[in-house]
């Protein structure tokens, strides 16, 4: 992704939806996500970037760790029972590469709804593991639970600042 299409992706669609709220944005160290273009946009708007180092996104992402295999998983069951469903049917040849795209976008469409509903605490636990929206005072740091890492204590951050 080209800095002008995250900008852009920022500016039209991160934005509106924050509406001004203070956020913490993780990002991992791609060259488009660290230009000083992007990080002024995200800090004009109340967005806190948070980089994640290299070789660590595999450790920290909660997508790459948490959610995408079981999501993964869901998309390609309900594809292939929407497969198995169209072979069924005579007309399943005459389907266009379009067709089977529309198709497959549906199915990702209600695997992500389905996941969202029945498995929303792996979305939360998830974040709450890698610290990623545990409060910053410290209380909960008992949580941290990132793999290869033992006992962290991150402590209040704030206090450090001086």
């Known amino acids: 992704m080209k800095h ?18 203070p956020t913490l ?7 488009s996500h660290k230009t000083p273009a992007v990080l002024e946009l995200l800090r004009n708007n109340n ?13 920290v992402q909660p997508l790459d760790v948490f959610i995408n295999k079981p999501l993964n998983e869901l998309m390609r069951d309900l594809t292939d029972e929407k497969i198995f469903e169209l072979e069924l049917a005579a ?8 067709d089977r795209r529309v198709m497959t976008t549906h199915c990702v469409g209600e695997a992500y709804a389905q996941f969202h509903t029945e498995k929303a605490n792996i979305i939360v636990s998830s974040f709450r593991k890698l610290g990623l929206s545990l409060p910053i005072d410290c209380t909960s ?9 033992e006992n962290l204590e991150i402590g209040n951050w704030q206090e450090d600042l001086g």
């Open 141 to 149: 740091d008992h949580e941290l639970d990132i793999k290869g890492f």
């Open 91 to 98: 007309d399943f040849e005459k389907w266009t590469i379009g």
């Open 25 to 31: 944005f993780t990002l991992d160290l791609m060259g």
């Open 47 to 59: 967005i806190t970037p948070s980089l994640i180092p290299a070789g660590c996104t595999s450790l």
């Open 4 to 21: 002008s299409l995250f900008e852009r992706y920022i500016t039209n669609h991160f934005v509106p939806v924050l509406g001004g709220r």
